[in-house]
């Protein structure tokens, strides 16, 4: 298996995971460019996608999706999501949409997918859990708070990604408007780093072996920051690396 994070912050979302010859995309929200150049470097194109897995419909996490119109790759998402992304894009009308019901699992190419819901204020955002050989990747960002199946999921992970956008003190002092300060920290909002770690701290470290922190505010948080309270989760920081919001991959993970 090979998994990277091609970028993760507000400006962009997008994930490359392969699993026996079956190539998958979490999220497609880097510009057609950035896509395509990515795919490059492994020697592929959008037509050897062959499915992306959509959390919800903003933007930063769709805007790729009209380049895999010519192509065969299926586009999975639930249906409030699927709806709404058409409305916003008509481009995205004549893909090859699969739909899926939140809460209830099903297998895509040998891969068994659990899509569970997340608190985000769209219509019905997901996070994602991928069972293939011995590990269950779970994928998590863009959500507010921590709720039970939320958790679960989490518990269930060896490969973990997580959202930890935002630091309270300088999302306060930032420059933006006082309405979206809110819509932030609200519990359909964004995930601050308080919450990541102590979802982290709950959690059993031998069982992870890689965790990613993600969806990182470029104005609200740092790299250095995040890195000094990771300090107190003892050996289980070894594991954790945080993917920089500014326009980079995480590092490779294979096996």
């Known amino acids: 298996m090979f998994f990277q994070i091609i970028e993760t912050s507000s400006a962009g979302n997008c994930a490359f995971l392969s699993v026996d010859g079956t190539n998958i995309l979490i999220d497609a929200g880097l510009t057609v460019k950035k896509t395509k150049s990515y795919l490059k470097t492994l020697g592929l194109s959008t037509s050897d996608i062959d499915a992306v897995f959509i959390t919800h419909e ?9 380049s895999f119109a010519e192509c065969n790759t299926k586009i999975f998402a639930n249906a409030l999501t699927a709806e709404s992304i058409c409305y916003l894009d008509q481009d995205t009308r004549n893909l090859h949409w699969r739909i899926f019901e939140t809460g209830v699992p099903f297998e895509f190419s040998g891969i068994r997918i659990l899509p569970f ?18 590990h269950n990747l779970v994928w998590m960002t863009d959500l507010g708070s921590i709720p039970d199946s939320v958790k679960s999921a989490a518990q269930e992970a060896d490969i973990l990604v997580l959202e930890s ?76 690396e945080i993917v920089s919001p500014f326009s980079a991959s995480s590092k490779p993970f294979r096996e």
């Open 165 to 240: 956008n935002y630091c309270p003190v300088m999302l306060e002092h930032s420059k933006r408007p006082y309405k979206l300060k809110k819509r932030i920290q609200s519990r359909h909002g964004h995930l601050s780093n308080a919450d990541a770690i102590f979802l982290l701290s709950s959690l059993d470290p031998s069982k992870l072996i890689k965790v990613y922190l993600a969806h990182i505010s470029r104005e609200c948080n740092s790299i250095e920051h995040i890195g000094e309270l990771l300090q107190p989760l003892g050996s289980m920081k070894d594991i954790i």
């Open 58 to 66: 903003h933007i930063d996490h769709r805007r790729a999706l009209p």
């Open 117 to 134: 819901p997340i608190p985000h204020d769209t219509n019905e955002a997901v996070g994602y859990k991928f069972e293939f050989g011995k």
